[in-house]
């Protein structure tokens, strides 16, 4: 279960419905904490049942090692993190169109 921690995942659920987050933290086996800088600081993350949830197989390496190795996560990475793997995202679907 800890391989989890510093996955991207996607909320298909609630208000924030379609955002991209960070799993930091688990909370229980139906539960992840999850957050992304923005909508969720790192000091407030949210709970969020795992079947709302759409887990992506890639990993914030930094992030995933941070907090493996109880170091203090700022906004900012995670921020950095996000806006990086949507970059590459977007990329990779402009690199298929063309």
Known sequence: MDSVIGRFVW????????RLFIIVDIADDA???IADGDLRPAGKP?????????????TAEEISQ??????K?????LRKAV??????????SASEEG
């Open 46 to 58: 949210k709970k969020k049942k795992l079947k709302h949830l759409r887990i992506t197989n890639r």
């Open 73 to 77: 996560i700022t906004d900012d990475d």
């Open 83 to 92: 806006q990086a793997y949507l970059k590459e995202l977007s990329a990779d």
């Open 31 to 33: 539960h992840v904490l």
């Open 11 to 18: 909320s298909k659920a609630g208000r924030d419905k379609d």
């Open 66 to 71: 941070a907090i493996l190795n109880r170091k």
